[in-house]
């Protein structure tokens, strides 16, 4: 089973990479000038509760940063994320396009572990707090407006996740939205 996991987040990390060339996704900022190079900021919500800061670099590729409160199979607390997207292919829905990007993303969570059947019986005394690293591949479903500059995105991912609590699955799913400056 692991095998078969850390496969399949290879094969979808490798896909981002040898499609994202040559893809052409234009976020629009409120001028409707391309917003390539334009922070984007807002919040997330879901497995993750956080503030979120990206930045597209290309028409392919952008980088993003989650801090807040964050929840996995075996931790919950204060998070600190990132990850790097690559947009694979531009799903065009009666003339709006929407990218569908994919990428590594990183998590820790510093806090409280519990046990996965029942959240308010803690594993033991000894593991109580302490961090939990997740290694994730994600997948976002997003869409930027042409004339007002919101960006709404759905994204969920599954990895591994180690670290004080052990080791085992990871997980992460979000809806989000930000502001293009």
Known sequence: MKKVLLMTIAL???????FADGK?????SLSGQPAVGKLKMGVVVGTDNAYTLGIRTSDSFEINGVLGYGLNSRAAGFLVGA????????ININGQIFPLSVGPAVNAIFGVGYNPTNIY???????????????????RWEY????????????AGAGLSFGSFGFGFGFQSNFGARWIF
């Not at 990850?83 to 531009?90: G, H, Q, R, S, V």
């Not at 019986?121 to 997948?139: H, P």
């Open 12 to 18: 979808i990390l490798t896909s981002g990479m040898l």
């Open 24 to 28: 052409r996704v234009e976020s629009r």
């Open 83 to 90: 990850n790097a997207l690559f947009t694979i292919a531009d």
């Open 121 to 139: 019986t803690y594993t033991s005394l000894n593991s109580l707090f302490g961090v939990d690293i997740e290694a994730l591949a994600l997948v």
């Open 144 to 155: 930027s407006f042409q004339q007002i500059p919101i960006n709404l995105f759905v994204e």
